[in-house]
Each structure stands twice: as structure tokens, then as C-alpha cells.
């Protein structure tokens, strides 16, 4: 069974500033690998999918992520943060018979001014 | 195109209530799943289905059940709630083929008192 590590429960980062957001996955397979953000009370938004080819995968809001089988990680990016990224940032795996997704716990994002 | 439809948004329910959250999708998707999400848990998966007549255990599926009668529809029911089903839940589909993207509805609050 496939499974996600966010070793990162709350991240503060300054308004225009970079951030990076860890991710490291668990599955015996080729994954397919996703990230998600959540506003309060909200639902969740897809950023962005990787299933195979460039290892850098460009999202919606300015996000990218990489994908680095050696290191079994999918870190999420962000060259310039707004206050609007202040939110929850889920990573996941999914299977790829059934495409059942695994999440992690989530990082927390604050933007301070 | 409404996507995957849910409801109720919030529901309050006492303790031994019985409750079905409803899940509708208009995508033509085979593929559906139900997800509880927990404050620093992440989403986990309670029920999955990979067509219609077809369920299967995520999981935490205990204290709940599913259907699958139609292509569209995958309701989920609380027998008898209990304060550890207080959570919020989302139901997703996706069309099963790798590389197509995973709908999610905007999530139902259920409080158990």
C-alpha cells in the first residue's frame, strides 16, 4: 500500500518569499502524484499532477513541483509567496489500478506581512 | 457541468442518529470514493467504487456503509453516529484512466452530539 510523509506541520514564511513545501511518498510502483491546497473551509483545489515525463511539473497560482525517484519525494514550490497561499497543503499518491489516493497530514502555510 | 454534488454541507446529528450523505456526479466517472478528513490527519479513505454494483473498504469504513446502484450516485450511511464520526466529508470520482484528474465535491460537515 501506498503512503505520504509531510515532515513539515506548519510553515511561516514572509510575504515574498520563497517557499518549498516537502513531500516524500511510499509505493512499490511508477506513482502518480498530486498536490492539493485547502482553504478554511473549503473543499480541496488541485495544483498540480505528475504521472510521468518532465520530472517538473508546473501548477495553477505560480506553484511547480519536482519529482526525484532517487529521493522518493515530490517537494512543492513557490518563488514568491502572497498572502492569498495562506492555506493547507495536502500531497498525495495515488495507485494506479484503482487510483485510490493516499494523502499526508498537510502543512500548514501562514503569510506573514 | 456541476461536477460531484454534495449534501448536506453541515449537519448536526445526536448520538444513534441515522444520516446519508449524498454524492452525485455528472461526469459519467466509474470510479468513486469517500474520504473523512480529521484536523492533522489528512483524508483517509472510508469506501471506494469502481462502478457501478461494486464497493469496496477503505481504510476506516467501520460505522459506515455504501451503495453503488447508478453510475452517478454514491450515498454514504451513518447506521448509529457516534462523536468519533464528527469530521468533515468529501466524496470524489474520477474516470479510471491514468492521467485524468480526480473530482472532489466541497465537502460535507457533520458534527455528532
Known amino acids: 500500500a501506498q503512503s505520504v510523509t509531510q515532515p513539515d506541520i506548519h510553515i511561516t514564511v514572509s510575504e515574498g518569499a520563497s517557499l518549498e513545501l516537502r513531500c516524500n511518498y511510499s509505493y512499490g510502483a511508477t506513482p502518480y502524484l498530486f498536490w492539493y491546497v485547502q482553504s478554511p473551509g473549503q473543499g480541496l483545489q488541485l495544483l498540480l499532477k505528475?504521472?510521468?515525463?518532465?520530472?517538473l511539473v508546473q501548477g495553477i497560482k505560480g506553484f511547480e513541483a519536482e519529482f526525484k525517484r532517487s529521493q522518493s519525494s515530490f517537494n512543492l514550490r513557490k518563488p514568491s509567496v502572497h498572502w492569498s497561499d495562506a492555506a493547507e497543503y495536502f500531497c498525495a499518491v495515488g495507485a494506479f489500478n484503482d487510483y485510490k489516493l493516499s494523502f499526508g497530514a498537510g502543512t500548514t502555510v501562514t503569510v506573514r506581512a | 457541468n456541476a461536477g460531484v454534488t454534495q449534501t448536506p454541507k453541515f449537519r448536526i446529528l445526536k448520538i444513534g442518529q441515522s444520516m446519508t450523505l449524498q454524492c452525485t456526479q455528472d461526469?459519467?466517472?466509474?470510479?468513486m470514493y469517500w474520504y473523512r478528513q480529521d484536523p492533522g490527519m489528512g483524508l483517509k479513505l472510508i469506501y471506494y467504487s469502481v462502478g457501478a454494483g461494486i464497493t469496496d473498504k477503505g481504510e476506516v469504513p467501520n460505522g459506515y456503509n455504501v451503495s453503488r446502484s447508478t453510475t452517478e450516485d454514491f450515498p454514504l450511511r451513518l447506521e448509529l453516529a457516534a462523536p468519533s464520526q464528527t469530521s468533515v466529508y468529501f466524496c470524489a470520482s474520477i474516470k479510471g484512466a491514468r492521467g485524468n484528474t480526480i473530482y472532489f465535491g466541497e465537502g460535507s460537515w457533520l458534527t455528532v452530539v
Open positions: 461526469m459519467n466517472h466509474n470510479y
Open positions: 505528475y504521472f510521468s515525463g518532465d520530472t
